[in-house]
């Protein structure tokens, strides 16, 4: 019972952390295979950047967009040397990251008539009016219709579909290099390079949308470095703060003089708090191997989910970039996400019948193995069992067999 509105099925009270657990009010401990829904990258309690958020706290709190403060200034700088030549917008949250790339591709492309918007289906891109507009889901979408005109859907990697969708109106086209939400989908290379070359070829934008999928969750620290490409725009988010909220989007240098003053704008978004934990969280990130830490984790993880994938017809699919992994099962995810839940593991899902791991990424092996030991066990008691063969309707007679 809560005064909360209850758009959340929620009911555990988490109360503490420490590296990749939480405990909750009763006092008992969860391996969180979840990471806050990607946020907690660094896992819970982080000592450098509670130790930065401790010290730019009793600096500077709050001082407004009508100034500059230093740690804001240092971090744009810095993820423009990490990711390309770009100017930086600070905001609150992934969907506002996203709003804010739609409104700047409208201003850079709208002057020409570009007002549209290609995204792809099963895209999740954030629950404000304009990020819904793009996302994929039904329920999601319907209960708030009529959404942004002009916004066209195209099959996941598909190149021929997305060449016929972009044309002289599209401003920008949004895709994430691995689809979180919709069920984690990785775009293969050629998908992401030849989106590249459309776009380049009919003058639309290209987002790469990495509110999820970037800063290291994929062992890169943008997703879109796996295919060699570089994007026009880049939206970042969820573990980016650290823990506090801190979205940003990335516009190519020479594509943002066409925003001016007022264009956009944001009271609390590039809080300098939040820029200095995000200094600590690159700083953690870019420091040596932690990268390729994440990616042979990656792959451990990837081996013993296709071990156990082997003994569960259960289990349909695995699909996996780094520290992104989706478990597509047969049936409906929840009674594995449950059984994980008893056994001390916290798991999302994405859509209903994929299972979702973005475990921190200071995750340890032997957290994996015990990951591992619990699933194969929640498997074996029959927590996802395959369905039933298809009925056979017997000809004129109206039964079925199984
Ligand atoms: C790819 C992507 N974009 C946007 C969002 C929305 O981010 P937020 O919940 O911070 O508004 C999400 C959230 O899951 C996401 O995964």
Known sequence: MSALLPVYDR????????????????????????????????????????????KQAARLLHASNLYYSQPVRDLADRLVTLAFPAKVFFCNSGTEAVEAAMKFARRIGGPAGRTDFVAFEHAFHGRTLGALSMTWT????????????????????????????????????????????????????????????????????????????????????????????RPDILTLAKPLGGGLPLGAVLIKEELAPAIAVGDHGSTFGGNPVAAAAALAVLDRLTSPKFLDKVDQKGVFLRKGLNRIARSYPAISQVRSQGLMVGIELVSSAIPVVKGLREKGILVTR?????????????VKRKDIREFLGALDAVLASGACAPPAPPAVMLEGGGGAVA
């Not at 992401?192 to 459309?198: F, H, R, V």
């Open 11 to 54: 009911d555990l009270v988490v109360v503490s952390g420490k590296g990749a657990r939480v405990t909750d009010a009763e006092g008992k401990t969860y391996l969180d295979f979840a990471a806050g829904i990607g946020v907690n990258g660094l896992g819970y309690g982080d000592r450098e950047v509670v130790a930065a958020i401790r």
């Open 138 to 229: 039904e329920k999601y979408r319907t209960p708030f219709e009529p959404l942004l005109p002009g916004v066209h859907f195209c099959p996941w990697d598909d190149l021929k579909a997305a060449a016929a969708a972009i044309g002289p109106k599209t401003a920008a086209v949004f895709v994430e290099p691995v689809q979180g939400e919709g069920g984690v989908r990785v775009a293969p290379r050629e998908f992401l390079q030849g989106l590249a070359d459309i776009c380049r070829d009919r003058g639309a934008l290209l987002v790469s949308e990495e509110v999820q999928c970037g800063l290291g969750r994929t062992g890169k620290l943008f997703a879109y470095q796996h295919a060699g490409i």
């Open 350 to 362: 994405a859509g209903d019948n994929v299972v979702r791991l973005l475990p921190p990424l200071v």
